[in-house]
């Protein structure tokens, strides 16, 4: 699925699902098998960006799994997305955070040991204070020695959107945006002007939009957040090999209606 140049978004697939309890309903976490499934059905529809984190319990690891299954020309055709800062406690089965220089690297290692080469690493939990610590700053320095190239933040609040935005280092910004969840919209306009990369995730809002409202379709959901023009991935969440398929090519059909639009607006000026 090649976006239009006027738009250059694609469908990326967002991996917490497959790694712990997520989503509004049907929470349960797929076993190996049906997470290897649902991977390889991503990659013969043409997903082609995959994104998960340590805190996603046992996402990054099954993805390794994934991975190591490919040529190395399949591999390279792929931009895997992690993120540092939050963590998992495998005893107590939930994330924590911890934004030391030691538990960063420590937590780099590990997603580098389960995943290979990482294309976009984000910092996870972000906060203003953590965005001008010095541990993040050394620990940018470590994942560069690493070979990853592409920094970005995953951030819930606009103060430190607004940061991120301003500091060049920041090639990607994620968050989520919806048309129930409006906080970013700004933020994804700042952003896109300063020629960043965007992550939009939560196009359904973990599902809730669709169960509370029967009648919206998921095109029209992926149509909403196209309206704004940016470069960048809009992040599905889902488990079901099935219902990626439909998100696909909503997608896709999204896409398609968009540029369409877009098109008429440049032929009527």
């Given at each position: 699925?090649?976006?239009?140049?006027?738009?250059?978004?694609?469908?990326?697939?967002?991996?917490?699902?497959?790694?712990?309890?997520?989503?509004?309903?049907?929470?349960?976490?797929?076993?190996?098998?049906q997470?290897?499934?649902?991977?390889?059905?991503?990659f013969?529809?043409?997903?082609?960006?995959?994104?998960?984190?340590?805190?996603?319990?046992?996402?990054?690891?099954?993805?390794?799994?994934?991975?190591?299954g490919?040529?190395?020309?399949?591999?390279?055709?792929?931009?895997?997305?992690?993120?540092?800062?939050?963590?998992w406690?495998?005893?107590?089965?939930?994330?924590?955070?911890d934004?030391?220089?030691?538990?960063?690297?420590?937590?780099?290692?590990?997603?580098?040991?389960r995943?290979?080469?990482?294309?976009?690493?984000?910092?996870?939990?972000?906060?203003?204070?953590?965005?001008?610590?010095?541990?993040?700053?050394?620990?940018?320095?470590?994942?560069?020695?690493?070979?990853?190239?592409?920094?970005?933040a995953s951030?819930?609040?606009?103060?430190?959107?607004?940061?991120?935005?301003?500091?060049?280092?920041?090639?990607?910004?994620?968050?989520?945006?919806?048309?129930?969840?409006?906080?970013?919209?700004?933020?994804l306009?700042?952003?896109?002007?300063r020629?960043m990369?965007?992550?939009?995730?939560?196009?359904?809002?973990?599902?809730?939009?669709?169960?509370?409202?029967?009648?919206?379709?998921?095109?029209?959901?992926?149509?909403?957040?196209?309206?704004?023009r940016?470069?960048?991935?809009?992040?599905?969440?889902?488990?079901?090999?099935?219902?990626l398929?439909?998100?696909?090519?909503?997608?896709?059909?999204?896409?398609?209606?968009?540029?369409?639009?877009?098109?008429?607006?440049?032929?009527?000026?």
């Amino acid at each position: 699925m090649t976006p239009p140049a006027a738009q250059r978004v694609e469908f990326g697939l967002g991996l917490i699902g497959i790694g712990k309890p997520w989503g509004f309903a049907h929470a349960e976490v797929p076993d190996e098998r049906q997470a290897l499934t649902l991977l390889e059905k991503a990659f013969a529809l043409g997903v082609r960006y995959f994104d998960t984190a340590p805190s996603y319990g046992v996402s990054e690891e099954r993805l390794g799994h994934f991975l190591a299954g490919l040529t190395a020309g399949e591999r390279s055709a792929l931009r895997i997305a992690s993120k540092f800062g939050e963590h998992w406690d495998t005893a107590k089965a939930e994330p924590f955070v911890d934004h030391s220089l030691d538990a960063l690297r420590r937590s780099l290692d590990g997603s580098v040991a389960r995943l290979g080469r990482i294309d976009i690493l984000q910092l996870h939990k972000t906060t203003p204070e953590v965005l001008a610590s010095g541990d993040l700053a050394r620990a940018w320095e470590y994942a560069a020695t690493l070979g990853i190239a592409g920094f970005g933040a995953s951030v819930s609040d606009l103060a430190s959107a607004g940061l991120a935005i301003d500091d060049p280092a920041y090639g990607t910004l994620q968050f989520p945006y919806n048309a129930a969840q409006q906080t970013f919209a700004g933020v994804l306009d700042r952003a896109s002007a300063r020629g960043m990369k965007i992550a939009v995730n939560r196009p359904f809002g973990m599902g809730r939009m669709l169960y509370e409202n029967r009648q919206l379709s998921k095109s029209d959901a992926f149509g909403f957040i196209l309206e704004k023009r940016f470069e960048g991935v809009v992040l599905s969440g889902t488990k079901s090999p099935e219902h990626l398929e439909e998100n696909w090519r909503a997608f896709g059909e999204a896409l398609a209606r968009r540029a369409r639009q877009i098109l008429a607006a440049d032929e009527r000026r």
